[in-house]
C-alpha cells in the first residue's frame, strides 16, 4: 500500500495520528471530520495515498462510492439531516487542503449557510460520540 509520511490522512491509516474512526475495511477509512461544518460532517479517504481524483485507482473510487452509500445511510438515521452534501475537492486552486483524495459527507439543513469548510475544532466529546453513533448504525 502506497503511503506518504507527511500526510496526515496516511499518519490515520497507519495508527501514528488519532480520529474518530467510525468504519475501516481493506480499502477505506471513514472518520469524523475534526473541523466539522455541521453536525455528523464525515470523511472517507482510500488507505492507499493518492493526491486526488486524477491519481486515485478506479478501484478505490468503487470502493469508496459503495462506503459512501452505507455510511449515508447510518448518517442519516443518527443525525436525521434535511439533505446531505457529497463532495470532493482537486487541488488547491478548488479547495483542497489536505492533499490525499478524500470525499465529505456534510449533513444539511434548511437555511444553513453554505461552507465546505472550517478551521472550527469540534468538540472531541461529541466527534467520539457521533462515531460511535454512526458506526453501530453501520451494524
Known sequence: MAHDPNCIFCLIVN???????????EHTLVFMDIFPVSDGHTLLIPKDHCQD???????????????SKCVATALRAVVEPEGLMV?????????????HYH???????VDQELALHTRVLGDPARLAELAEQISTALD
Open 15 to 25: 495508527g501514528k495520528a488519532d480520529a474518530h474512526k467510525v468504519y475501516e475495511d
Open 87 to 99: 463532495f470532493q475537492l482537486n487541488g488547491a486552486a478548488a479547495g483542497q487542503t489536505v492533499f
Open 53 to 67: 481524483l486524477f491519481e486515485a485507482s478506479p478501484d478505490a473510487l468503487a470502493s469508496l462510492m459503495a462506503t
Open 103 to 109: 470525499m465529505h459527507l456534510l449533513p444539511r439543513w
